[in-house]
């Protein structure tokens, strides 16, 4: 049967998805009580934890926000944590639907690459360079795109995460750039975690399939490792309709087909990620390789033409040194070497209008190698002091990118190939000025060889307890992204243009936490930010393209999270956010930024080892770029998981938009359709099997 996904008004069905969002909300407020399971109040060194401790760190704690492991609620930020348990019942196949799922982020697929949208802020095609993505601590976007993936183009397998830490605000004073609105840190499992062998194969819609061979083991001298390699493909829509393409209601000289795409959304990957650790040292390695057929007839391209399609390729080995230098003194060191390439091919029709096609095909490639060191000193000092003080050098050992046609003989359009380095020292210092009562500054300087100049960026976090079981957290932070290879030498009108300075971001922020005795713990947040510099593609009056701070933006709104586990495994999860973003110049909203975000997750585990999980996800309706709005829409996911005890089998049976909303995405300047149709009702099947 062919799939023919097409973009039409929310489907009246999606009112009972908004009544059943109230009323399991309802159902949070009634549900009977259950205690918190309360942590040590505790801040310890990198250095006195093992890759295992790392790995299996209690629901309330966090490593990411300080690089230090401290309790969220003594953590400079807003924070939350997705564990490997919450990833299983939300039936989450990327890292992309796991933070889609978390309060305030929103993510969009234009069927290439995934977009996270972060406190009303995303910009199609914008590569995520504005939200640091890292490994186990290591860092992921690239040295051309700055490419933060959460999809299949650039990360573990979804099933290999233990944890995720999405760190909200400004940390470009630990991180450096990327670290712009927040920081998301996966961390992988342990070899204790999957402690043998575990097989996985999946199938669903689309002719989607999905193996996974990952094997861990400790031996009795120390040594832990885990290896684990993942193959998926899919062959996509057999058919997608753009009335922009149909050439009976359409006046685009590209338009064919009756506006539609057949068999071109196919998308393949494979990926093998291992790790060694013993004693104070640690080797991880990761190798991932995704290929993508492009439906959408992006940049201008031939549409309905199955030559479109791009590949990501990304690996790095990393290595990781812990000396503990006495009882409060910690040494970390870290050594890495990266890749990323990526290649895309574009066909475009060179014919006059009424003759005959003369297509030829451009391709476009990026070669990145970089490696770089980090160094690290933790001191818990006397009176609770806690301070880190460190630095980071990265070595851009290639900085490729070419152009051109497969005509023969080729014609090359770009051939740019360069080096560079970036030279980053920071320090942080936490400090308890009195016993419910504690201050956190850190400050951080850039040093960027390639032109985007010297940065200095601070953070500052008063945190106060009024009782044991609330927390005030007044927040101010800076932040910058530093312009990547790719803005400042893919166009050569640039080389004319004013010289590319980094954004810049300032943000405040309030944050108050309470744990009721019912069990039930609330996070309110508010917050307000500022930017500057923003990096935007224009044009020069004869039409030639570049890059130029053109932009800024405000921001204000408020984050509402409620969240109630039980020892039943019962667990309610609601979230609503309410963001408005704007041009610091017009005041108007910015494009792709819905105002309001609703979220509720619902876990119900029945007995005989079942668990059923439901997820409601609503989203206001958002400005395109051709000044119209994508209709908001309300999405519900429901996920079977059965583990049959004594067995090591694992079934989970997962249906993503259940009532087949019809919704979309606003589109990119790269994109004739002003929005982006997204999948309607899908399913997935996956068994597992633990030897």
């Avoid at 009195?434 to 500052?460: F, H, K």
């Avoid at 932009?551 to 408005?580: C, K, N, P, V, W």
Wanted: glycine content about 8%; some cysteine.
């Amino acid at each position: 049967m062919k799939a023919i996904l097409s973009f039409t008004k929310s489907r009246p069905v999606g009112a009972r998805a908004r009544r059943a969002l109230l009323a399991l909300c309802a159902a949070l407020v009634v549900a009977s009580p259950a205690a918190f399971a309360q942590s040590d109040d505790h801040v310890r060194e990198l250095g006195t934890w093992s890759l295992s401790d790392l790995m299996n760190l209690e629901f309330d704690s966090v490593y990411g926000a300080s690089r230090y492991v401290q309790q969220s609620s003594r953590a400079p930020s807003s924070v939350t944590v997705v564990t490997a348990e919450d990833i299983a019942r939300s039936g989450a196949r990327t890292l992309g639907d796991v933070l889609n799922n978390v309060r305030g982020l929103f993510v969009a697929n234009d069927r290439n690459y995934l977009y996270v949208g972060v406190r009303g802020f995303q910009r199609p095609n914008d590569y995520n360079t504005r939200v640091l993505v890292l490994i186990d601590g290591h860092r992921m976007n690239d040295n051309i795109y700055d490419l933060g993936a959460v999809g299949r183009e650039g990360m573990v397998d979804v099933d290999l995460i233990e944890r995720v830490e999405i760190i909200r605000g400004p940390s470009s004073s630990l991180y450096g750039s990327s670290a712009f609105f927040g920081v998301i840190n996966v961390m992988t499992k342990s070899a204790a975690v999957v402690d043998g062998i575990e097989a996985a194969g999946a199938a669903g819609t689309f002719a989607s399939y999905k193996s996974r061979v990952t094997l861990g083991e400790t031996f009795d001298n120390g040594v832990e490792w885990v290896v684990s390699a993942t193959r998926e493909t899919s062959d996509g829509h057999a058919e997608l309709y753009y009335p922009e393409f149909d050439q009976r209601v359409s006046t685009d000289p590209r338009a064919r087909n009756d506006g539609i795409a057949v068999g071109i959304d196919g998308e393949e990957r494979s990926s093998i990620f291992g790790s060694v650790h013993y004693a104070d040292f640690a080797l991880s390695a990761f190798w991932g390789e995704r290929g993508k057929r492009v439906p959408t007839a992006s940049f201008g391209t031939v549409f309905n033409d199955e030559r479109e399609h791009t590949s990501d390729y990304r690996a790095y080995l990393d290595a990781k040194y812990n000396w503990q230098l006495g009882d409060r003194l910690s040494l970390q060191a870290r050594g890495f070497y990266d890749e990323y390439v990526y290649t895309g091919a574009y066909p475009y029709d060179f014919a006059e209008p009424g003759l005959e096609p003369d297509i030829d095909v451009y391709r476009d490639e990026s070669d990145g190698r970089w490696i770089g060191t980090e160094w690290q000193l933790t001191a818990r000092l006397p009176e609770r002091h806690t301070v880190v003080v460190g630095g980071e050098y990265r070595n851009n050992l290639r900085e490729r990118q070419g152009g051109f046609y497969e005509s023969d003989p080729s014609a090359y359009t770009l051939i740019d190939d360069r080096t560079s380095d970036v030279l980053g020292l920071f320090a942080q210092s936490e400090t308890q000025l009195r016993a419910n009562l504690s201050l956190t500054a850190g400050i951080r300087y850039d040093r960027y060889s390639s032109g985007a100049g010297d940065t200095v960026n601070p953070r500052v976090g008063l945190i106060y307890n009024p009782s044991a079981t609330g927390t005030v957290k007044a927040l101010y932070g800076e932040a910058f992204r530093a312009p990547n290879s790719y803005e400042l030498h893919y166009y050569s009108a640039q080389a004319n243009a004013a010289p590319l300075g980094p954004e810049e971001i300032r943000t405040y922020e309030v944050v108050y936490e309470k744990e009721l005795a019912t069990g039930l713990k609330l996070t309110v947040s508010g917050y307000e930010y500022h930017i500057d510099g923003l990096i935007s593609q224009t044009a020069t009056p004869t039409g030639g393209l570049y890059f130029a701070n053109l932009d800024g933006a405000t921001a204000r709104g408020i984050e509402l999270e409620a969240d109630r586990r039980f020892e039943s495994g019962l667990a309610l999860h609601a979230s609503y956010a309410r963001q408005a973003a704007e041009d610091a110049v017009s005041n108007a909203g910015l494009t792709s930024s819905p105002r309001n975000l609703a979220k509720l997750d619902l876990s119900l585990p029945s007995r005989r080892d079942t668990l059923f999980a439901v997820q409601l996800q609503h989203q206001s309706d958002a400005l395109t770029l051709g000044g119209s709005r994508t209709p908001d829409f309300t999405t519900m996911n429901f996920t079977l998981l059965k583990r049959i005890s004594g067995t090591g089998l694992e079934l989970t049976a997962t249906v993503h938009n259940v009532f087949d909303e019809r919704y979309a995405y606003p589109g990119a300047q790269d994109h004739l359709q002003d929005a982006i149709p997204q999948d309607g009702r899908t399913f997935l099947g996956k068994l597992t099997y633990k030897f």
